[in-house]
């Protein structure tokens, strides 16, 4: 399994920027999807996730501002971000929660990308 994001980079703030997180070798419909985010020397923290079958949850900080989807066709989940303020500033991972038919559940990090939002 390969979970690879796209879509980072350097935007002012209130302006918008769409995350992809591509999944393959992977039975993508079946799992649930977080995107979280990290600033050095702090906690990796969840910014959305979407479950397999749509359901979606967001951080309170991005709750209004940020949009998760996913496109089963395209094994690809997308988080919207629009509004963006200096502190979203991060390096922005996804996490596919690949699912197996034993029940298992096993995590596939992305490497992360930057997300920088300028004052």
């Known amino acids: 399994v390969q979970v690879v994001e796209s879509g980072g980079g350097l935007v002012q703030a209130g302006g918008s920027l769409r995350l992809s997180c591509t999944v393959s070798?992977?039975?993508?419909?079946?799992?649930?999807i977080q995107w979280s985010r990290q600033t050095p020397g702090k906690q990796r923290e969840l910014v959305a996730r979407?479950?397999?079958?749509?359901?979606?949850d967001y951080a309170d900080s991005v709750d209004g501002r940020f949009t998760i989807s996913r496109d089963n066709a395209k094994s690809t989940v997308y988080l919207q971000m629009n509004s963006l303020r200096p502190e979203d500033t991060a390096v922005y991972y996804c996490?596919?929660?690949?699912?197996?038919?034993?029940?298992?559940?096993?995590?596939?990090w992305g490497q992360g990308i930057q997300v920088t939002v300028s004052s």
């Open positions: 996490l596919n929660k690949e699912s197996y038919s034993n029940g298992e559940v096993l995590d596939f």
């Open positions: 070798g992977s039975i993508f419909e079946r799992n649930d």
């Open positions: 979407i479950t397999s079958g749509g359901t979606t």
